[in-house]
């Protein structure tokens, strides 16, 4: 049962860790808690909307800030290459003045400033790919509608920073822009300019939020959660988990399998103590309850053991992991890594809920004492005069 809790435990602490803090980031950094767009044109500038908004989102319990945001694609070409990125206009100050973009997104290299009005921020897988770094220049290939014509249109670009969230699947692509130069670069009634919300509030309180957030927006606005934004990212996570946890179940079941075997072997030797017993007055519900107590022992010894080891393993994992990495490479001469950095986070989180937890060890434990239910029921059924007998 030890064994077998061990795997349940260390994948369902990092599965839930490595859930929340992608989501954290893609939240944070990419979706925001909701996201608004105008449904009526205005003659107001940038600032004077935000100021509004400010305002009117103000008496919203939770509310932290909002920041414009515009978003393209471009096909972006240096010497060493072409790339098509996401490119993402933005108020420069996003990252410093917002709590949640500030923990995740860095620089790696570089600063995250745009000294001027043609400075962007890389992201590192896509800064690899095209062979630029901090003070090199980036064309960016984009096209403009006017009327039926569409016409291309190459801006070239400076890279201030490259910068990562620590989640390449998340930030391979991205390009940061001054939006004034996305307003330039992209026809806003094919990619208007949006404000993303951030909240103070626990993430499942979001809808609440979101409620407050429309009334105070009214009519004119249309606002969305990052449950609807990201929902089919969000629900593949939540259906990946799902599958390990069942995955790693059938692994304790196999424990409990091997818990009824061990039992069936101790009725077996233990026939003869049990006729005596029997033989005594000892009824059926006292042999019986004899040995689902024996299985219940186990089980919980097993359980016990099984939760100390598993949640030792989860916290040291990364230093597993490491050491693991530095084992390969060294017997086979070269660069080893155990988890891709292109499809996990850099490093490996974990997140001990004791709700889990808790169901996990009761299940474990229920499972032993099921598994010595048959046995048990054998024993309690067993004939003294036949055993006796034999002897």
Same mark, same amino acid.
Request: hydrophobic share 45%.
């Given at each position: 049962?030890a064994l077998g809790l061990v ?8 599965? &839930? ?150 989640? #390449? ?10 939006? &004034? ?28 939020f979101l409620q407050g957030a ?7 606005? #249309? ?14 996570? #939540? ?17 409990? *399998? ?31 309850? #004899?040995?689902? *107590? ?17 949640? *030792? ?10 050491? /693991? &990495? ?13 988890? &891709? ?44 005069i036949e055993v006796l007998r034999? /002897?």
């Open positions: 049962m795997p349940l435990i260390v994948v369902l602490s990092i599965a &839930d860790g490595m859930i929340d803090s992608i989501s954290a980031r893609t939240i944070e950094t990419a979706l925001y808690h909701v996201q608004a767009w105008p449904l009526t044109v205005t003659a107001d500038t940038q600032a004077q909307t935000r100021s509004k908004l400010r305002a009117e989102l103000g008496a919203v319990p939770g509310f932290r800030s909002v920041w414009p945001e515009q978003q393209g694609f471009a096909l972006a070409y240096s010497r060493a290459g072409r790339l098509g990125l996401s490119v993402r206009g933005i108020d420069p100050s996003w990252p410093a003045g917002d709590p949640g973009a500030a923990r995740y997104l860095k620089a790696v290299q570089g600063k995250l400033t745009m000294p001027e009005a043609g400075s962007v921020w890389l992201g590192r897988e896509a800064a690899r790919k095209l062979g630029v770094g901090p003070g090199d220049e980036l064309k960016l290939l984009t096209t403009r509608t006017r009327g039926t014509l569409t016409f291309p249109r190459v801006t070239p670009v400076r890279v201030a920073a490259v910068v990562s969230v620590g989640y #390449q699947e998340l930030d391979r692509l991205w390009l940061f822009a001054p939006l &004034d130069l996305t307003e330039s670069l992209f026809d806003p009634g094919e990619e208007p300019v949006f404000w993303g919300i951030k909240a103070d509030v626990p993430l499942e309180k979001t809808p609440e429309r009334r105070a927006l009214g009519p004119n606005w #249309q606002a969305v959660s990052w449950q609807s934004t990201g929902r089919s990212q969000f629900l593949n996570y #939540q259906a990946t988990r799902a599958m390990l946890a069942i995955v790693m179940s059938l692994i304790l079941l196999v424990a409990a *399998v091997n818990v009824s075997t061990a039992m069936v072997t101790t009725v077996g030797e233990r026939r003869r103590e049990t006729a005596i017993l029997k033989a005594l007055g000892a009824s059926d519900s006292l042999i019986r309850r #004899q040995f689902l *107590v024996l299985g219940l022992g186990a089980g919980v010894a097993g359980t016990l053991a099984g939760l100390g080891i598993g949640l *030792v393993v989860a916290w040291g994992m990364n230093g597993l992991v490491t050491g /693991v &990495d530095a084992v390969v490479s060294l017997i086979t001469g070269g660069s080893f890594r155990l988890l &891709d950095s292109a499809y996990y986070l850099e490093t490996i989180p974990v997140r001990f809920d004791p709700v889990v937890l808790g169901a996990a060890c009761a299940g474990s434990v229920l499972l032993a004492v099921l598994a010595s239910w048959f046995p048990a029921r054998r024993a309690a059924r067993e004939r003294p034999r /002897v």
